[in-house]
């Protein structure tokens, strides 16, 4: 289903940002001393007591076929992925507190901010121009396998997927994936999601309209990471430029019909 819409470009669909995408303001703190007192000293805090991030595990092992929730995934090829689209922990690059999601849409990466200095990085993919959007959201609800249902916008145009219009029952090659991660904006869903997809070659492209897409296993595992509302940025990059977005009153193109009731809502 590579021509069913799935990511903004540039994510600056509906009204992301306003007061929400700020830049940083440094902190400067002074001390002062005496000519004849000596500051007290004070000792250094060693590596290994600062917060650390797990290892995520091997390549091999994290995209290998699993079973999950009764539903058979199938392995990536390794192989076949570049290397920097790998799950992997790196140097945080936002400057945002943990718990924090930011995807750099010039990368093609979705960063969740750990502590330590510490982030997760995810390949993803974005969408085709045209769908693109910036700003700031907030992760309200989540669905394991959900069921995905065209919307009737897309039915219109995609006459074929009116077989789909009560519901394409979840599983491996369901456009939403293993997971859904819905984002909303003033208590109002934006039509955006964050979701698993089985097209993992994808992964790094422009490729869908109203979401951004994660390989399964990456879906799943950022899922299980995400148990509260989790504040999310979309930027065109990561400089601090990309921090000033406009807002805007766009929604995102519909991947499907809405948030279904049996999804968690996070509080």
């Given at each position: 289903?590579?021509?069913?819409?799935?990511v903004?470009?540039?994510?600056?669909?509906?009204?992301?940002?306003?007061?929400?995408?700020l830049?940083?303001?440094?902190?400067?703190?002074?001390a002062?001393?005496?000519?004849?007192?000596?500051?007290?000293?004070?000792?250094?805090?060693?590596?290994?007591?600062?917060?650390?991030?797990p290892?995520?595990?091997?390549?091999?092992?994290?995209?290998?076929a699993?079973?999950?929730?009764?539903?058979?995934?199938?392995?990536?090829?390794?192989?076949?992925?570049?290397?920097?689209?790998?799950?992997?922990?790196?140097?945080?690059?936002?400057?945002?507190?943990?718990?924090?999601?930011?995807?750099?849409?010039?990368?093609?990466?979705?960063?969740?901010?750990?502590?330590?200095?510490?982030?997760?990085?995810?390949?993803?993919?974005?969408?085709?121009?045209?769908?693109?959007?910036?700003?700031?959201?907030v992760?309200?609800?989540?669905?394991k396998?959900?069921?995905?249902?065209?919307?009737?916008?897309?039915?219109?145009?995609?006459?074929?997927?009116?077989?789909y219009?009560?519901?394409?029952?979840?599983?491996?090659?369901?456009?939403?994936?293993?997971r859904a991660?819905?984002?909303?904006?003033?208590?109002?869903?934006?039509?955006?999601?964050?979701?698993?997809?089985?097209?993992w070659?994808?992964?790094?492209?422009?490729?869908?309209s109203?979401?951004?897409?994660?390989?399964?296993?990456?879906?799943?595992?950022?899922?299980?990471?995400?148990?509260?509302?989790?504040?999310?940025?979309?930027?065109?990059?990561?400089?601090?430029?990309?921090?000033?977005?406009?807002?805007?009153?766009?929604?995102?193109?519909?991947?499907?019909?809405?948030?279904?009731?049996?999804?968690?809502?996070?509080?």
């Amino acid at each position: 289903m590579s021509d069913i819409p799935l990511v903004p470009e540039r994510l600056s669909r509906r009204a992301f940002v306003g007061a929400s995408a700020l830049g940083c303001a440094s902190v400067v703190l002074s001390a002062c001393t005496t000519t004849d007192v000596a500051p007290p000293a004070v000792a250094p805090v060693p590596p290994s007591a600062a917060p650390s991030e797990p290892a995520v595990g091997d390549t091999a092992t994290m995209y290998a076929a699993r079973t999950d929730e009764g539903y058979q995934l199938p392995a990536i090829p390794v192989a076949k992925l570049d290397p920097k689209f790998v799950r992997q922990i790196v140097a945080d690059p936002t400057g945002e507190k943990p718990g924090t999601i930011v995807v750099d849409v010039s990368e093609h990466f979705l960063y969740l901010v750990r502590d330590g200095g510490k982030a997760i990085r995810y390949g993803v993919s974005l969408g085709k121009a045209g769908f693109g959007w910036t700003g700031s959201a907030v992760v309200q609800a989540r669905k394991k396998w959900p069921v995905w249902t065209p919307p009737p916008e897309m039915i219109q145009r995609r006459p074929e997927l009116a077989k789909y219009k009560d519901g394409m029952p979840p599983g491996p090659q369901s456009p939403l994936g293993a997971r859904a991660l819905y984002l909303f904006r003033d208590g109002k869903d934006t039509m955006y999601r964050l979701h698993g997809t089985p097209e993992w070659d994808s992964i790094g492209k422009n490729a869908s309209s109203g979401c951004v897409r994660f390989m399964n296993q990456d879906i799943i595992d950022l899922y299980g990471r995400v148990n509260g509302p989790a504040q999310v940025f979309v930027r065109p990059n990561l400089s601090a430029a990309g921090k000033i977005m406009a807002v805007s009153g766009r929604t995102a193109e519909p991947i499907d019909a809405g948030v279904p009731k049996d999804a968690e809502f996070l509080k």
